[in-house]
């Protein structure tokens, strides 16, 4: 897979961006960075971009082959905690920026899972930390691009950064800007219809429920939810909870699915009485159903909508659903987007280019 030459200039644009219009660093704050082997040209050019911002950047590296070996050797305890020093520099911190590690996320996903549970045993800890300092901060797709993954992807790793290059460095005001007028429609509909020349036409119920934009701004600190401190970017995404009784018809996917490790491929759903009665998949469809196997009630119940906003992306991996026009619907549990199903299944079905009608009204994607 070709790989993308990306210039200072060009990160430095991008990160001098994400500091202004998406984290709105001040003069004398404090930005931490977390940066892993294949992210420090990122982390040098948000460290170099803080500081002409007048921010003071320090950042917390972690050496991929080291983390490896710590893992080989059985050091999971100690790579599962999370150091006092480490939590006096989360209180100290005004901006935190996470970039994805370790790159290998293929090697990572082939632990056993009590081994992978045991590494990030600090999760918990530093979120606790995070919210108790009222810092603000950015998950940044641009670290998630690594070798093994793009071959698990089927993506040319080159396209892949690009992609996330250009959609990380939208503008956050246009974003919301798209986001208002779908917000509207779908906070006070009741009935959903999405349709494609692919064979999809599903209705959908609509439950005059919360209806979220993120758009790449942090929320203030009394209006966030546990873990809203840390925006994704790239951003562009309206998404809210169904109905769980309401679904009739069928969704086709003309996107990937991008799973951690792997993708599914030519998702089909089929939706009667509210439920899901059959899926099926081109390829990849086993990820799908061994989950579902293990779903418990309400796994078939129709779950969120989701509606894509960014024009920077095109089936782009991990943030498939992101992309403009796309309408990703699933299935399962549902409560962390505001619903009542607490299935802990979750699967998911994109298609893009479709028409999306509320009470019969069209939206304009």
């Known amino acids: 897979m070709a790989q993308l030459e990306i210039s200072d200039a060009q990160r430095s644009r991008t990160a001098r961006a994400v500091l202004t219009k998406n984290l709105k660093v001040r003069p004398g704050e404090r930005v931490t960075i977390e940066a892993w082997t294949h992210t420090i040209p990122w982390a040098a050019a948000f460290a170099r971009e803080a500081r002409r911002l007048g921010a003071i950047p320090m950042t917390l590296f972690e050496e991929e082959s080291a983390f490896w070996d710590a893992v080989d050797h059985g050091d999971a305890a100690t790579l599962g905690s999370m150091g006092a020093h480490e939590g006096a520099a989360l209180r100290q911190t005004d901006v935190y ?18 081994l992978r549970e045991s590494l990030f045993a600090w ?44 959609a990380t460095a939208v503008d956050p005001a246009r974003l919301a800007r798209a986001a208002a007028p779908l917000v509207r429609a779908l906070a006070r509909g009741r009935s959903l219809r999405i349709r494609a020349s692919n064979g999809t036409d599903v209705t959908l119920g609509l439950a005059r429920r919360p209806v979220r934009a993120l758009t790449g701004t942090v929320l203030p600190p009394a209006q966030r ?40 491929t030519g998702a089909t759903f089929h939706f009667g009485a509210g439920r899901l ?32 906003l960014n024009p920077e992306l095109h089936n782009t991996p991990q943030v498939e659903d992101l992309e403009r026009g796309a309408v990703m619907v699933s299935v399962g549990g549902n409560r962390f987007v505001g619903g009542k199903n607490p299935s802990p299944f979750f699967g998911w079905a994109i298609t893009a280019g479709a028409t999306v009608e509320v009470d019969g009204q069209r939206l304009r994607l």
């Open 277 to 308: 009665t059959e899926a099926t998949f081109r390829s990849g469809g086993e990820r799908f159903q061994t989950s579902y196997r293990s779903g418990g009630r309400g796994r078939d119940r129709p779950g969120m909508l989701r509606l894509g």
């Open 225 to 264: 939810g546990p873990f809203d401190m840390l925006i994704n970017l790239p951003a562009g995404v309206v998404t809210l909870a169904l109905d769980e009784s309401v679904a009739d018809g069928t969704i086709v996917a003309n996107r990937t699915n991008y799973y951690d490790d792997g993708v599914a």
């Open 97 to 114: 920026l996470h970039m994805w590690g370790p790159g290998d996320r293929v090697r990572l996903n082939a632990l056993p899972a009590k």
């Open 123 to 166: 999760n918990d800890g530093w979120y606790r930390s995070a919210r108790r300092a009222k810092l603000r901060g950015a998950r940044l797709e641009l670290g998630r691009p690594y070798p093994t993954l793009a071959r698990a992807y089927r993506a040319d790793e080159a396209e892949w950064s690009d992609q996330l290059l250009r």
